[in-house]
């Protein structure tokens, strides 16, 4: 199993940033995806997450402006950020209920 995030940098308060997570390795389309988010010193918190059938739920302190969608297609996940502020600063990872596997994460920084 393989995850490998991409798409993160540094971006002003109110901008946007697009995440990427390339699966490989297991059956995509039939488990949940996912994002979480880690900042030093914190537990890791999910964000976003989006079942094998397209439901999504999201942290409370994201919605509304972030939105998780997958291309089974293609094996992958996307987070799509708008309206960043700067406590959304923070490495996420790709998550997947195939098991515990994470990848390397990709930073997000929300600074002007």
């Known amino acids: 199993v393989q995850l490998v995030e991409s798409g993160g940098g540094l971006v002003q308060p109110g901008g946007s940033l697009r995440l990427s997570c390339a699966a490989s390795g297991f059956i995509f389309s039939i488990y949940d995806m996912g994002w979480y988010r880690q900042v030093p010193g914190k537990q890791r918190e999910l964000v976003a997450r989006i079942t094998s059938g397209g439901s999504t739920n999201y942290a409370d302190s994201v919605k509304g402006r972030f939105i998780i969608s997958r291309d089974n297609a293609k094996n992958m996940v996307y987070l799509q950020m708008n309206a960043l502020k700067p406590e959304d600063t923070a490495v996420y990872y790709c998550?997947?209920?195939?098991?515990?596997?994470w990848g390397q994460g990709t930073q997000v920084t929300v600074s002007s």
């Open positions: 998550w997947t209920a195939r098991g515990d596997y």
